[in-house]
């Protein structure tokens, strides 16, 4: 079946250092990626996406990039701030899966001064 | 534009006690889902919709049931409630087609507790 794999958290930066968050996958199909946050207290939202293969999303200084050959989409940011403290998940979507997404189990990340 | 609301925010429930977890969107989505999220686990897919009068079961379904009269609407009913299943649960909307790459708009969440 489908499946999402991240690396396991947490990860604790000092500010403006560069992040990654690893996450590879698993489909039966060929799939859409996705990246959610998740602020504490809060529901997820949509970070970026991706939907073919060498497609890049990006969104607030967040990159990730479709890797078909090595069934990866890497999230990176050079500098981070205190306010990216979250959680952040990794998901995928198979067409003609139903529109049922995938989620990773998420990767905290702790931002300190 | 309200978005996707969840009702209510908290919870605590007596094991065997029945309730129902409230999901409204106000955009129109055609897709409606459930999710819970639990440490270590991420989220798991309870049930799911594709439009009103049709709902589907997820990947963990035993002791919840679903309805869906209204394109709005897609409440979630814990029949008897079990310690199993305390967890923060999320509804998420998004619009539907089988070949489509639209992103979920979540809720807040409910944090459940069964004691």
């Known amino acids: 079946g489908d499946s999402v794999t991240q690396m396991e958290g947490p990860v604790t930066l000092s500010e403006e250092a560069f992040l990654t968050i690893n996450c590879t996958y698993t489909a039966t199909g060929y799939p859409s990626l996705f990246w959610y946050v998740q602020y504490p207290g809060e529901g997820l939202q949509l970070l970026l996406k991706?939907?073919?293969?060498?497609d890049k999303g990006s969104n607030k200084g967040f990159e990730a990039t479709y890797r078909k050959e090595t069934t990866s989409f890497h999230l990176e940011k050079g500098s981070v701030q205190v306010s990216d403290s979250a959680v952040y998940f990794c998901a995928l979507k198979v067409t003609g899966g139903g529109n049922k997404l995938t989620f990773g189990t998420g990767t905290q990340l702790k931002v300190e001064l | 534009n309200a978005g996707v609301t969840q009702t209510p925010k908290f919870q605590v429930l007596k094991t065997g006690q029945s309730m129902t977890l409230q999901c409204a969107q106000d955009m129109n989505h055609e897709y409606m889902s459930w999710y819970r999220q639990d440490p270590g686990m991420g989220l798991r897919l309870i049930h799911y919709?594709?439009?009103?009068?049709?709902?589907d079961q997820g990947e963990v379904p035993n002791g919840y049931n679903v309805s869906r009269s209204t394109t709005e609407d897609f409440p979630l009913r814990l029949l008897s409630a079990a310690p199993s299943q305390t967890s923060v649960y999320f509804c998420a909307s998004s619009q539907y087609g089988q070949g489509a790459n639209y992103g979920y708009t979540f809720g807040s969440g409910t944090r459940l507790t069964v004691v």
């Open positions: 991706a939907t073919k293969a060498d």
């Open positions: 919709s594709v439009g009103a009068g049709i709902t």
